[in-house]
């Protein structure tokens, strides 16, 4: 199995997913750059909001996971 796999088959909580992206970061800041950059990008919001996501959501679900790795690449 590949690593875009294991991460894409379980829900994460969103500071989670931010501080894989930032993992220099704090949990907070890793968090507010994450969201720049998922409203930096109007596809990647519409992408998201298809898949059920809110802003301010605290847990993402595999599909929602999946949409921001495959507009942002692999953390």
């Known amino acids: 199995m590949d690593k875009r796999e294991t991460q894409t088959d379980r ?3 969103y ?7 930032f993992p220099r970061s704090t949990p907070d ?3 507010v750059q994450l969201r ?3 409203r930096y990008s109007p ?4 992408q998201l909001e298809s898949c ?12 929602q996971v999946d949409c921001i790795i495959r507009h942002l690449g692999a953390p």
Do not use: C, F, M
Request: charged content about 20%.
């Open 29 to 31: 800041s890793a968090s």
């Open 11 to 13: 829900t994460w909580g």
């Open 15 to 21: 500071q989670e997913l931010a501080l894989s992206y």
């Open 52 to 63: 059920g996501w809110r802003a301010g959501q605290k847990i993402l679900t595999p599909r």
């Open 43 to 46: 596809e990647l919001v519409r």
């Open 36 to 38: 720049r950059w998922i």
